[in-house]
């Protein structure tokens, strides 16, 4: 017992900052992908592994929080970090709403940067 107790804390970490890593990674090529896209079925498939890679970081940074952070400011931590997933979201969706009043056949492309 007193070995997984010494041993799992530390692959836990690697474990989880491996995961961070490549999500970050996903995300990053996914987005780059979403830019360039040409038509809306290409958007959505590059769309859905971009869902993926955030999904992964969503649930990997928390538990590397809890596992870095002091006892003393945890809790501030994690609430902030679900407090700007949830700010980010309403800026994307706010984005989203502007440009759908844009009279553009290319109207979709504008939150990503084209």
Request: charged share 10%.
């Amino acid at each position: 017992m007193a070995i997984a107790i010494v041993t799992t804390s530390p692959l836990l970490l690697k474990m989880l900052l491996l995961i961070m890593s490549k999500s970050a990674l996903v995300v990053m090529a996914t987005g780059a992908l979403m830019a360039g896209s040409t038509n809306v079925g290409e958007f959505i498939v590059w769309r859905f592994f971009a869902g993926a890679g955030t999904w992964m970081m969503l649930s990997a940074v928390p538990i590397w929080m809890t596992e870095v952070v002091p006892p003393a400011i945890r809790g501030i931590l994690v609430d902030i970090h679900g407090a700007c997933l949830l700010f980010g979201y309403a800026c994307a969706s706010w984005c989203g709403y502007g440009f759908y009043w844009v009279d553009n056949k290319n109207a979709w492309r504008g939150p990503f940067g084209k």
